[in-house]
T-cell receptor
Framework: GEDVEQSLFLSVREGDSSVINCTYTDSSSTYLYWYKQEPGAGLQLLTYIFSNMDMKQDQRLTVLLNKKDKHLSLRIADTQTGDSAIYFCAEKSGGSYIPTFGRGTSLIVHP | NAGVTQTPKFQVLKTGQSMTLQCAQDMNHNSMYWYRQDPGMGLRLIYYSASEGTTDKGEVPNGYNVSRLNKREFSLRLESAAPSQTSVYFC???????????FGPGTRLTVL
């Protein structure tokens, strides 16, 4: 089946930039998402990108898509302690009801 | 808008007991989903309902049943709980357009 891979942990210092990486296998992916899960809560959509886009910027968040390499990244500028959470990458093809999620990257921000 | 709501928030069961997890959404979404989340395993799809009146199995359906009661409500039933079903359960629904999923706050279930 289709797969989405992420590294499990990332540790950064407050004020630095964080880059969370994701690779996927489905060449028909149409929608690519980043979700954030804070402790004890459900997943919240952070941002999304269509497969025909290369980049999307939204305040401190920048999403880069390399469709050739099937690589998606999320950059968080000026990372704050409130950004500590689990970040999930997900993809979905246009004809499917079912997104495929990665296992999540735990971002730890230390002072 | 309350979004996606789930009840209960916490539950402890003994092996063999049954229970139903409730989920409701007030966003007029067609599709609804049940996931379980276990440490290191990410999210695994149990069942989904593409539209009112239909339900389909996901990746890990064994030991569960679902009912799409109406467009708003999608329940998950454990007929005979097992310790392997100790997990956090999330309900989600999907909007049209961007096809983004909206998640409930989760139910934390422990089976002893």
């Amino acid at each position: 089946g289709e797969d989405v891979e992420q590294s499990l942990f990332l540790s950064v210092r407050e004020g630095d930039s964080s880059v969370i990486n994701c690779t996927y296998t489905d060449s028909s992916s149409t929608y690519l998402y980043w979700y954030k899960q804070e402790p004890g809560a459900g997943l919240q959509l952070l941002t999304y990108i269509f497969s025909n886009m290369d980049m999307k910027q939204d305040q401190r968040l920048t999403v880069l898509l390399n469709k050739k390499d099937k690589h998606l990244s999320l950059r968080i500028a000026d990372t704050q302690t409130g950004d500590s959470a689990i970040y999930f990458c997900a993809e979905k093809s246009g004809g499917s009801y079912i997104p495929t999620f990665g296992r999540g990257t735990s971002l730890i921000v230390h002072p | 808008n309350a979004g996606v709501t789930q009840t209960p928030k916490f539950q402890v069961l003994k092996t063999g007991q049954s229970m139903t997890l409730q989920c409701a959404q007030d966003m007029n979404h067609n599709s609804m989903y049940w996931y379980r989340q276990d440490p290191g395993m990410g999210l695994r799809l149990i069942y989904y309902s593409a539209s009112e009146g239909t339900t389909d199995k996901g990746e890990v359906p064994n030991g569960y049943n679902v009912s799409r009661l109406n467009k708003r409500e999608f329940s998950l039933r454990l007929e005979s709980a097992a310790p392997s079903q100790t997990s956090v359960y999330f309900c989600a629904s999907t909007s049209a357009g961007w096809d983004t999923q909206y998640f409930g706050p989760g139910t934390r279930l422990t089976v002893l």
